[in-house]
């Protein structure tokens, strides 16, 4: 078999081994060969090349890029067609999502690619998907920008990313996306964009946008590849949220649905949500605002979040089963659940949820299907409990009831400690110092934060309890009537006394 084609003869010939050094932890390597074995496309194509070797499934751009070659094959991009076919039901309007035709790149000839040569070089979801149609770069490398992008809600003229193809109701990937608070993360790292960062009085801090900006995340990820928005990122206006592209590896992983890190670790550096969901899961004496928790559901899921009094040994049981071995997806189980709505009445197809909206316990319509975020401040009897009840612990219903209880619970052990706290004099919550105060101040933050009485309950309601003795102590207060603080009863306040 030939290698060499007439279409190559800018870099036929040269036949050498070129690696592209790159730092940090990306092996990139570009191989430069004869020329890859492809037939010039048809002119309808519109510059899209397609396949090299259709049974294969070598792609033209393959043939140098070895490594995302190796990557992509193994993943669903590729196999977007068989799958369609299997399907049983393909009808032609099915397959622009399923094939290489201007969507999801900067192409705008609705033409292109699949779309009028049905040539089966362009099945599958391939590189020129995301990167665009590849002639002129794979005639002259060093020419033709063959950068994809990031984003994953941009309009035709800018860049296209994932949304053209995840959509519409069978896939509303991006409509969900765009709702939740990752599509809009980057405007809490910008001062002057939002009130509500008042942690950066002066601007975009590098310590807010390793979690908040999608450019700088995947930096801080080691994801060194070029990338439209890469150099971007340094205003609003340019900047990416946690976009498709952050949490999932375009090219494939052998992580579960292509993502850059595994759901199902309990290595709070190694698992995907936690990565980000752990900036301050315990007091930060030094800082005004360190007695505030900032995405502290990593930790607290893993019972490893919070002040404990000193000489106190927290005991074995503080991890909920949430964050044990028995909920293997740990945070995605309740906050990523996919399934479809059918209409109560006629049984038909409604739309799919694909749990993209990131939410655990939504407020839904009479057929279950979730309301917009305007109809998302629901009382709890209107919520979804089917993330709880996927997991095959719960009932819906039983899920509620014990998850109200644990809020009770947790509700009145920090309105104890918080009249407990108003008692105490306000020179011990200056910044700086570390007091009982403060520590028990950060616990009832953190046991009052959206998500802790379900995260790890226990964790909480021993937070608190230890705090309430501590602070009884060291300020002389006694503990509100009719709270049970054992054991930190006997712990702490029985310490004192002898
Ligand atoms: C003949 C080998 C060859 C083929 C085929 C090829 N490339 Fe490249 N590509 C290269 C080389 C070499 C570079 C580096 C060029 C440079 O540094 O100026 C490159 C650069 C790139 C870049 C980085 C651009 C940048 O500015 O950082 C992307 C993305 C890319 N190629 C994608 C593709 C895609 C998509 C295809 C298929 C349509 C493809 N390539 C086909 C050799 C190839
Ligand atoms: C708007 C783009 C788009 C169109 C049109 C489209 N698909 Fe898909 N299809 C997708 C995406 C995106 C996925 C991946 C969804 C996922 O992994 O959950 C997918 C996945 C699938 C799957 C895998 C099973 C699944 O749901 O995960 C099948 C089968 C399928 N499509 C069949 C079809 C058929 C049949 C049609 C036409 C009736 C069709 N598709 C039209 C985008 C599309
Ligand atoms: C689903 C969209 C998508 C597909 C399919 C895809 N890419 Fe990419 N590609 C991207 C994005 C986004 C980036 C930048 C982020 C990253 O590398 O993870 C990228 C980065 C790259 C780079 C790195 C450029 C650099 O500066 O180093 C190369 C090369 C590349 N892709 C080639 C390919 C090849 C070859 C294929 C097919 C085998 C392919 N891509 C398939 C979206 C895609
Ligand atoms: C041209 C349309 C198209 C574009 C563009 C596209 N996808 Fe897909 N994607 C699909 C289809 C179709 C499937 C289903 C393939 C199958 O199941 O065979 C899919 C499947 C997936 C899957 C499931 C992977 C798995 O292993 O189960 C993920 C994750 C995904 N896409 C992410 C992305 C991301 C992230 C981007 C943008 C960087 C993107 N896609 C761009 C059409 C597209
Ligand atoms: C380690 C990752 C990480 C870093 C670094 C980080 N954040 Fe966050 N931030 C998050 C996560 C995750 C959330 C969402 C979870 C939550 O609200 O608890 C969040 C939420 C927020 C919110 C919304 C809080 C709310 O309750 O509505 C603001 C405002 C914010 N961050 C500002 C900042 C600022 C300003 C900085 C830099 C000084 C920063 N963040 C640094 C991860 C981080
Ligand atoms: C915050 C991280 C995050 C972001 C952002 C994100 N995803 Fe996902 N995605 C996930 C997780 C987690 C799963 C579920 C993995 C599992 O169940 O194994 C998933 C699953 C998927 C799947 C497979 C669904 C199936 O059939 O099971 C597709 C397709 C997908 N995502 C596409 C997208 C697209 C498109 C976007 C952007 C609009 C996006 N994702 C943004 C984390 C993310
Ligand atoms: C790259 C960092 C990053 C990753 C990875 C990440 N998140 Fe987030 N997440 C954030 C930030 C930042 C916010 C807050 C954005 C804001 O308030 O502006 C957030 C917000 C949220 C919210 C509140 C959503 C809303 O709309 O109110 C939930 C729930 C959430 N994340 C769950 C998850 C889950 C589950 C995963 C893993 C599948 C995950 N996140 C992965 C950074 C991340
Ligand atoms: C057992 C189910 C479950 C698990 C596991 C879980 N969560 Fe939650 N989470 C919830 C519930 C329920 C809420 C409360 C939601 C509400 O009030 O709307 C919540 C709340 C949150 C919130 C606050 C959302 C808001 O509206 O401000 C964030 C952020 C969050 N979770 C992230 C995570 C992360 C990250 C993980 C993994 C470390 C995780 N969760 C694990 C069920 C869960």
Redesign the pocket.
Known sequence: MTRRSHTFAAVSGIGMLMLLAVGGCVDEKIVYRDGPNYAAPPSAAASFVGYSDVANKVTVCGNCHVSQQAKWKGSAHADAFATLEKSGSMQGYCQACHTVNNLGNVATDTTAGWRSTKDNRYHDVQCESCHGAGLAHIQQPTRGQMLASIKADTGKGLTNGCSECHTGTHNPFVEEWRQS?HATSYTRAYNGTTATAPEVPGGPRAACQSCHIGQRVLEAWGVNTNFVEKSQGQTAATSVGVACAVCHDPHGTPNSKNLRFPIDSRDLDN?L??K???RRAVPDFSSSYGTSPH?P??????GEAGWWPPGIQADGDLV????SER?P???????VNKYDVTDKATGKFVQTVTGHR?????CVDSNGLPLPNAG?NCA?SQ?S?K??AA?GCHTEAS?RTI?ITAQQDIAGLAVGLNAMLARVPSSEFAVGKVTSARGARFNVNLAL???????NPFLAKALLRASIAQVAKDYNLTPPPGLDIAPYDKQILGRSSN
């Open positions: 608070r698992n949500c936690m980000c969901h752990y995405s559901q990593g930790p607290m899921l893993l909920a089963a949430h964050g909920n997806n740990l945070c995605a189980t309740c906050h990131f939410r655990a316990i939504p998302q709890v919520r409990f993330g709880c997991s899920a998850m934060s959206p998500g802790s009485e379900v995260h």
